[in-house]
């Protein structure tokens, strides 16, 4: 199993970036996608879901209506779309795969993670 994130960057405050995370290895369609980010000497923490067929997504607070899940099951990617960003975003972002729960939000539900990519965020 393999998922692998991209798409991190540098970008000014106020600005978007879209983050890709390209799955193989397992069913696509099974799988819950969620993001995770962990800033400098901070934890991991949720920043959003999207169910198994899309219908259904969670965001933590800190990003909602800033940030938008998507997927495609043509391309078993999963995308996160950041617009505004601002410097407290700047974090490594994380994908993960579950198909226990349909919008998983705890680190310890996921059976699989990407090894992270960069975003940084200046003001």
């Known amino acids: 199993v393999q998922l692998q994130a991209s798409g991190g960057g540098l970008v000014q405050a106020g600005g978007s970036l879209r983050l890709s995370c390209a799955v193989s290895?397992?069913?696509?369609?099974?799988?819950?996608m969620g993001w995770f980010r962990q800033a400098p000497g901070k934890e991991r923490e949720f920043v959003g879901v999207?169910?198994?067929?899309?219908?259904?997504?969670q965001y933590a607070d800190s990003v909602k209506g800033r940030f938008t899940i998507s997927r495609d099951k043509a391309k078993n990617t999963v995308y996160l779309q950041m617009n505004s960003l601002k410097p407290e975003d700047t974090a490594v972002y994380y994908c993960?795969?579950?198909?226990?729960?349909?919008?998983?939000?705890?680190?310890?539900?996921?059976?699989?993670w990407g090894q992270g990519t960069l975003v940084t965020v200046s003001s």
């Open positions: 993960a795969a579950d198909r226990r729960y349909v919008t998983p939000t705890m680190i310890s539900d996921y059976d699989y």
């Open positions: 999207i169910s198994v067929a899309g219908a259904l997504t």
């Open positions: 290895g397992l069913t696509f369609s099974d799988y819950a």
